[in-house]
C-alpha cells in the first residue's frame, strides 16, 4: 500500500489495522513526521511493516519503481476554505494528468486507487472526477461520508482495477452505503496539466481582480513617475525590459522548481538562493573580465531560454537528488547569469545612474504582473514572454546608445 501525504499517521494506522502486509507512507514535512512518531498514540510509523519516506508526493511517484496493490492521496493540499480568488497562485502538481498517470504506473493490473478530498465546490469535485476517467479511462466510484464529531466529511474517488471495485460492491452493506452516500454534485471544469496546475483555478483566463489590481499597479507607478519630472519617453528602456524579463524569469523557474522538488517555502528560499549566487558569479566573470561582449552574453540569454523551452521537464526526475538538482538549475537558471552580465556591464556603463535603476525596478513588477499570464496561456509561455522582454532590452540598447552619443556630444565639443 501506498499513502501519498500521511500526515501523523491516521491513515497508517488504519491500514495496520485493516492488515496491510506492507506500507510506504510518503510525507513532505518532517516536523508533521516527528509529530506523527512522538505523539499517534498507535504509534503506526514504529511498526516493522511501514517504511517511512521523507518526499513529495510528485517526486516520489515520478522516481519509484515500487509496484501497490492499493495507491492512496490521502488530502493532499485539501483546503476546504480555499476561494477562487485567495488561492489562484497555488502551482499543485498532484493533481495534474502527468500525476496522476506516472501513479497509475505504480499501481499493479488489479490495483485499486483512491483519492481522498475534501470537495466543496462543485467544479473542483467535477475536475477531480474528470482527472480521474481520463487517466484511468471510466468514470470513479465516488461516494461523501457523513460529517461526525470526530472530523469533517470527505470525499472519495475510486479507481482502478473494476473487477476488484465490482467484487468488494458485492457486499450489500457496502453496496447499501455507497448507494447512500454518491449524491455529489459535480460540474464540469477544465483538467489540470503541469503546464496549467492551476487546481483552484476553474478555467484557463486571466480573473477580474488580477486584472484590476494589476491595472492600479501600474497606473500607480506612472502617477508617481510623473511626479519626478520623468517622461515616458525619456524611461531607460533597456533597464525597463531587464528588469521585466529577470522578474518573469524567475517566477517561472520557481514554477518549475516545485515540480521537481515540491513545492514548499523551502524550495523556494533554495531557488531564490541559487539565483542570487548566479548573479554573484556574473558579477566576479566582469570583475575580471570587462570588456567581456554583452553581444556574447545576449547569445547564452536566447539559448538557455531557448533550451528551457525545449527540454520537457520529465526529462529532470533523476533518482539521485544530486543529479536532478545540477541539472535542473543548469537548463532552467542559467539565463539569469548572462542576464547579470548584461545588466551589470550596461548598469557600470551609465555610471551606476539612479534612474536607469529605477527604470530597472519598474520592469521588475511589470514582470511580475506578466507571470499573471500563466494563468491563461500555461507556465511554458512564459518563457517565451521572457525571450521577448529580453529581444526588446536588445534592441532599447542599441537604440539608446546613439542617443546618449550625441547628447553627449555638445559637452565634448565645449
Not at 454518491?182 to 477544465?190: F, V
Not at 484557463?204 to 511626479?227: D, E, K, M
Request: hydrophobic residues 50%; proline residues 4%.
Amino acid at each position: 500500500m501506498l499513502i501519498l501525504g500521511s500526515g501523523m499517521g491516521n491513515d497508517v494506522a488504519a491500514a495496520l489495522r485493516n492488515g496491510a502486509g506492507r506500507i510506504t507512507a510518503v510525507e513532505i514535512d518532517p516536523l508533521i513526521l516527528k509529530l506523527g512518531r512522538e505523539r499517534h498514540f498507535e504509534r503506526p510509523y514504529s511498526s516493522p511493516r511501514v517504511q517511512v519516506v521523507l518526499d513529495d508526493a510528485r517526486s516520489y511517484v515520478q522516481n519509484s519503481k515500487d509496484r501497490f496493490d492499493l495507491i492512496v492521496f490521502s488530502l493532499l493540499d485539501s483546503h476546504t476554505t480555499s476561494s477562487y480568488y485567495t488561492n489562484i497562485r497555488i502551482d499543485n502538481y498532484v493533481y495534474t494528468l502527468e500525476a496522476l498517470k506516472a501513479a497509475k504506473q505504480l499501481l499493479k493490473t488489479d490495483g485499486v486507487f483512491i483519492i481522498k478530498f475534501q470537495a466543496e465546490t462543485p467544479w473542483i469535485a467535477g475536475r477531480l472526477r474528470g482527472l480521474l476517467e481520463a487517466v484511468f479511462g471510466h468514470p470513479p466510484l465516488q461516494l461523501r461520508t457523513e460529517e461526525s464529531f470526530y472530523g469533517t466529511n470527505g470525499t472519495f474517488y475510486v479507481a482502478g482495477s473494476e473487477s476488484r471495485i465490482a467484487r468488494a460492491m458485492a457486499n450489500p452493506e457496502l453496496a447499501r452505503f455507497v448507494a447512500d452516500h454518491s449524491k455529489i454534485k459535480t460540474q464540469k471544469a477544465a483538467l489540470t496539466t503541469d503546464d496549467w496546475p492551476y487546481f483552484y483555478q476553474r478555467e484557463p483566463g486571466l480573473p477580474v481582480p488580477v486584472i484590476v489590481i494589476s491595472g492600479a499597479l501600474v497606473l500607480l507607478c506612472w502617477l508617481f513617475l510623473r511626479r519626478t519630472g520623468t517622461a515616458l519617453r525619456s524611461m531607460r528602456w533597456h533597464f525597463f525590459f531587464l528588469g521585466a524579463g529577470f522578474l518573469l524569469l524567475e517566477a517561472q523557474i520557481i514554477s518549475k522548481m516545485a515540480l521537481l522538488f515540491g513545492t514548499t517555502w523551502v524550495v523556494n528560499s533554495i531557488v531564490i538562493a541559487g539565483l542570487l549566487l548566479l548573479i554573484v558569479a556574473a558579477n566576479f566573470l566582469v570583475e575580471f573580465q570587462r570588456e567581456f561582449p554583452v553581444g556574447w552574453a545576449y547569445a547564452g540569454i536566447f539559448l538557455t531560454i531557448l533550451a528551457s523551452y525545449l527540454v520537457p521537464l520529465e526529462k529532470f526526475f533523476y533518482g539521485s537528488l544530486m543529479a536532478k538538482m545540477l541539472v535542473a538549475t543548469l537548463v532552467l537558471c542559467l539565463p539569469v547569469f548572462f542576464a547579470g552580465i548584461v545588466f551589470i556591464r550596461s548598469f557600470a556603463k551609465t555610471g551606476f545612474r539612479a534612474e536607469a535603476l529605477g527604470a530597472n525596478l519598474f520592469g521588475g513588477l511589470v514582470g511580475g504582473l506578466l507571470e499573471s499570464l500563466s494563468l491563461w496561456t500555461g507556465i511554458r509561455s512564459l518563457v517565451i514572454v521572457a525571450g521577448l522582454l529580453y529581444l526588446a532590452s536588445w534592441i532599447a540598447l542599441g537604440a539608446e546608445q546613439p542617443v546618449r552619443e550625441i547628447a553627449l556630444q555638445p559637452a565634448q565639443d565645449a
